[in-house]
Nanobody, 118 residues
Framework: QVQLVESGGGLVQAGGSLRLSCAAS????????MGWFRQATGKEREFVGG????????WYADSVKGRFTISRDNAASTVYLQMNSLKPEDTAVYYC???????????WGQGTLVTVSS
């Protein structure tokens, strides 16, 4: 059974940075595509970005392109979301997930809250 545990959320001022981590259990982490999603209060969950199994290719939603970077360490079974130039509208619970295809989540983590103050 795959388990994903996010960490690194918190309160940050607009313009600041945070790095989220998602630690995975399971021996086959290096074969999975991974993704990040977010859900703001009162809104639907939205795709943030994904990364392929080797970590060479990443793709992003237009709303975060150029500000967010996804990376992974397969030896540590961890995927990261580096968030720079944060805006109040980035406030949300952030989830990592294993992906089927480019943005179809299969297994979810429990989420970590990011709050960006203006």
């Amino acid at each position: 059974q795959v388990q994903l545990v996010e960490s690194g959320g918190g309160l940050v001022q607009a313009g600041g940075s945070l790095r989220l981590s998602c630690a995975a259990s399971g021996r086959t982490f290096s074969t999975w595509r991974m993704g990040w999603f977010r859900q703001a209060t009162g809104k639907e969950r939205e795709f943030v970005g994904g990364i392929n199994s080797s970590g060479i290719v990443a793709w992003y939603a237009d709303s975060v392109k150029g500000r967010f970077t996804i990376s992974r360490d397969n030896a540590a079974s961890t995927v990261y979301l580096q968030m720079n130039s944060l805006k109040p509208e980035d406030t949300a619970v952030y989830y990592c997930a294993t992906l089927l295809g480019t943005n179809n989540p299969v297994v979810w983590g429990q989420g970590t809250l990011v709050t960006v103050s203006s």
